[in-house]
Every structure is written in C-alpha cells, then in structure tokens.
C-alpha cells in the first residue's frame, strides 16, 4: 500500500484555548505557524473548512475548557497537559476512488469523536488539505483534558480515568493503540482505502497481521465456545499470530542476556530461534521456518539498535563478564591466523557471524586507537556519559524553548486584545459587547490567567523573547549534534567489543570439543 491514513497525537500544555480555535479557522504560515494577516491587518479566515463542537453546552470550547478547570481545581501548573489534539488524515485517493468529501470527513470525525471522547469538551473540524498539498482530507479534534461529567465504561477503558467525572485524559500506548484500530475499522466501514496505522507503534503490527489476529481471534472464541457448552475448559483465550509468539520470546531472552552472543545462544538453545545480522540489520529465523522474519516486520524494539541498547542497560545492572585479557591483542593476529589458514573456532565464528563484520571490528579498533580493553571500556564508558549528558541538555533547551513559544504567544496575544477589554469597561450594552467580541475577550482572559498562573507581572519584549528563542535552538542544535555523534560512536564500539568476545568464547568451545 503506497498511502495510508494516519493518526497523530499531540499534547499541548498552553492555557489559551482560543489559539486551538483559531489555528483551525485561520491561515498560518506553514513554516513559521504565525497568523497571516490581510491588507488590512486582520487574520485571514482559511479559504475552506468545517468545524463543530461537543460537550460544550451554550459555551465556546475555550470557555467550556476554562470552566472545567475551574470547576475541578485542575491544570492551574504550567506544565499541566490542557488538551489533547488527533488528527485523522485520510489516504488522498479516497476523494476521487472512494467519495470522501469535507461532509462526510467531519460526519466521521464527529462519530469518532463522541464514541471515544465522551463527556470531554471538544473541536471537530476539516480541512481539505495538508501542508504538503498532498490533497489528503484530515480532520482535527480537539479535546480539554479533563471530562466533565462520567460516562459508562467501555471495554477498551482500563483505568477509573477513563470515565470518571473529573479526570483528565491519558494518551497512553494502550489508548492509542485502541484509537489506531477504532481508525482502521472506520475506513473499512465507510469504503475507504484500508490502512495500516498498527505499524508504526512498538509493536509493528502490519495490516495483514491484524486482519489475521482478528479472523483467529474470531475462530479460536468459536472453539472455546464449543468446548464450554460441553463442560470443558479452554486451554487458549487469546491468539497468538506466529509474529506475536516471536515477539514474546525475543522479549524473555532479551531481557536476561548481557550481550549479543548470550542473546543468540539463548534464542537457539530455549526456543530454537536463530537470529543473524545483514546489512546492519537483524532478522529472525523460528523453529520449523524457512523464511527469516525481519525485525522491522516485528517492531521497534526487536531492530539492531534497540536490541544492542538494552543488552548494555542489562550488562550495566549486572556484573560484566570479563573476556581474556590479551583478547583484543590476539584479534590483532588474525591477519596471520588466516595466513596459517583459518582454525577451526575461527571458521564456525565467521560462518555464525560474518568475516567481514570481524575485519570492519578490526580496523574501528585499530583506528581509533583501542588496542587493549581497559582503553575500549573506558572510551564506552565515556562516551555513554557523553551521550546522557547531551541528551539532558538537549531535552531541557527543548522544554525551554516550548516555554519561550508559550510565552511568546501569550504575550502577542494579551496585545493584541487589551483593547477590546479596556473597551468591554466603559461599553453601554456590556452583554451585547461581550457577545460581538467574544473571542478576543476570551482570549485576552486566557492570556492574562496563563500570566498570574506563571507569576508574571511585567510583560516582557517579544524582540528579546526571539532572540532568546535563536539562542536557545543555536544551543540545542550544538548539543544534538554531541548526541548523534557520541550514539553512533558508542554503537559502533559496544558492538566491536561484542564481536571480540563472541570470537574467542567460540574458540574456547573448539578447545574444549577437541
């Protein structure tokens, strides 16, 4: 399948609703998410959309949000989640195959919204493309994250959260997952091009793999309903696709072993799985295949890169396993060995593990001038500083940028609507005032509690705010980059240090066999 629906989550912590509102409704710049604005200085209504409310009673969603709050004494913290947005984007082919218009977009929009949202003030709205002009349908909605009155629990609702009154919304994995099929059920349903939004979770799970999960399910309840009316009890409840029972195997040894050997030796010997390396990639081989399973077929955390990871967070809790000490010394020598011709150790490592890949380990260390393992260890030793110390850094400019953004925002804002509520004061007709300039009015109130919430007092300059913005992605960037580099670095040596250890503990079992 060459398009597919999405599904996206976003968490916001801004207090001022009527930005969700008017992000939806009026022209933004794609790149620098400012309002455009007309001839005359006034925001640009989008050229087309659809948007409705839920749970909002007589109110606006800003206000009905704001109230909620209020009421249940929540999200008054800068860093409380204030809304959760998901947006729904159709496979762009569903207009001209499959009938989908903006109507019957938001008509679906509002299904999924009042069926998995209930009892949450909400947006729902339409938009008839994307920022990239792909001409892909999407639909936003948006929800206050705390529900305003309780509603009967479903089956997919774990946690009393999920429907009690005055709770506030949880984008869990287990939710998204439930959203992820709720949206595949939906196409199907409404004749819309079948997707596969399973596969991008954790857990890799294809459209295939799902519909099979699905008719076996099906099958396997048939069968355990047979065996109850005659007295029996069923021996399996739930079922396991051949990917789902690797996976749950995978996952028992991985977090046992402290490198890749013992991973290896342990899939074999317990489950009889035999795992190899390609092209930086790993695959799967269970007992009884002929066909290996890819591990970006099963999931992200079965790829390279995360296997290796939680190996060295495993070996870090346990006491490490100390190989010879010459080892790396020896490895040196192989040039000769395969000179005098390979041994037998040798030649079962190389078949097991890839020549080439020995040679590649080799030459890093040799490079880099990691002859001995005390050297290797202490360099994997700081560079996993290295890597943790950037990572930090990088994810606290991160958040301070996000509240730069914040403010900034509030700041443009409260400007902007200052005068309405300067006028609102000396107004006639208060209600009939109120009522034409509702939503700057609201707005003006959301930015002005966003300030007392956050104890500021003086406005500060939005040119200094920018600059302090560039500042702190100038910083970021530095910091980033430290962490990419010190990740692919520490990669590279753990694995090194891997192949080292993996080729004379073979040696050792020949010496032992002969």
Known sequence: ????????????????????????????????????????????????????????????????????????????????????????????????????????????????????????????????????????????????SIRTREVERKPYMQKPRDWREGMKHSSTAQTMRHLRVEVMEMCESAGLYQIDLLNGSKERVSEAEYWARRRGQMKLDRENAALAATGQQPKQKKFETVKDTLRKQISSVLYRATNFEEFSDRLMQQYGITVKESRGQLSYLPAGRTKFIRAKHLGDNYDKEAVLATLQATAVR?????????????????????????????????????????????????????????????????????????????????????????????????????????????????????????????????????FKANNITKLPSLKKLEAEYEQLASERAKFYEQYKEAKTELLKLQTAKQNVASYFREEKQTQQER
């Open 318 to 450: 346990k006491p490490k396993a100390q190989f010879k000490q010459d080892a790396i010394g020896k490895l040196i020598d192989i040039q000769a060995k395969l000179a005098e011709g390979k041994g037998a150790g040798y030649e079962r490592w190389a078949k097991q593990f890839n020549l080439k890949a020995m040679a590649q380990t080799l030459l890093l260390l040799q490079e880099k001038g990691l002859t001995d393992e005390d050297t290797l260890n202490q360099r994997i030793e700081e560079l996993s500083s290295r890597f943790h110390e950037s990572s930090d850094v990088a994810k606290d400019l991160e958040d301070r940028m996000k509240a730069n953004r914040e403010l900034r925002y509030n700041v443009a804002v409260y400007t902007s609507t200052k005068k309405a509520a300067q006028q609102l004061k000396t107004a006639k007709q208060p209600a009939a005032f109120e009522n034409q300039h509702r939503a700057e009015l609201t707005a003006y109130r959301a930015a002005a509690a966003y």
């Open 1 to 144: 399948m060459n398009c597919m629906a999405t599904l996206k989550h976003i968490a916001s912590k801004n207090s001022d609703y009527t930005a969700i509102e008017a992000y939806l409704v009026y022209q933004h710049d794609a790149f620098t998410g400012k309002q455009l604005l007309d001839e005359q200085g006034k925001p640009k209504l989008r050229e087309s959309y659809l948007l409705d409310t839920l749970e909002c009673g007589d109110f606006s969603f800003a206000t009905a949000c704001l109230l909620a709050n209020r009421k249940y004494g929540k999200n008054t913290q800068h860093g409380d989640i204030k809304s959760h947005q998901y947006i729904i984007s159709f496979d762009p082919r569903d207009a001209a195959d499959n009938g989908l218009t903006m109507e019957k977009a938001q008509a679906l929009g509002l299904k999924f919204c009042s069926e998995n949202f209930p009892g949450h003030p909400a947006i729902v709205c339409t938009h008839p493309d994307g920022h990239n002009h792909s001409g892909n349908i999407h639909v936003h909605i948006v929800i206050g």
